[in-house]
């Protein structure tokens, strides 16, 4: 009898063992860092900025790749293009913007 009793206890411990590390296995994959993007209020327009770990990495108070040293003109537009720069950053892309994508994000320019 008690060895019965010690095998069911002991296979108890296992299961309960095997679902605490599942348990901490999920929970630590999905704790990632996130991108933060903010909007901010320029002379001329708007601008935006990107933080990763509370420190910002991106600062852009001009549209890029334009002959102009202009802000966005609207807050949106800023933010859009804050996003899209923050998705390249997730897929490990180069978080420059070309002046075509500008385009197919209809950024006024």
Do not use: D, G, R
């Given at each position: 009898m008690t060895i019965n009793t010690k095998q069911?206890?002991?296979s108890k411990i296992q299961k309960n063992l095997l679902l605490l590390i599942l348990?901490?296995?999920i929970v630590s994959c999905t704790k990632k860092e996130v991108f933060k993007t903010e909007s901010f209020k320029t002379n001329t327009g708007w601008g935006y900025s990107i933080?990763?770990?509370d420190?910002?990495?991106i600062k852009q108070s001009i549209?890029?790749?334009i002959n102009d040293n202009k802000s966005f003109?609207?807050?949106k537009d800023a933010l859009k293009t804050a996003h899209f720069v923050v998705e390249k950053l997730k897929q490990n892309l180069s978080p420059t913007?070309?002046?075509n994508e500008l385009i197919l994000l209809k950024i006024k320019l």
């Open positions: 069911f206890f002991w348990l901490l296995q933080s990763y770990k420190k910002i990495i549209i890029p790749v003109s609207t807050e913007v070309t002046k």
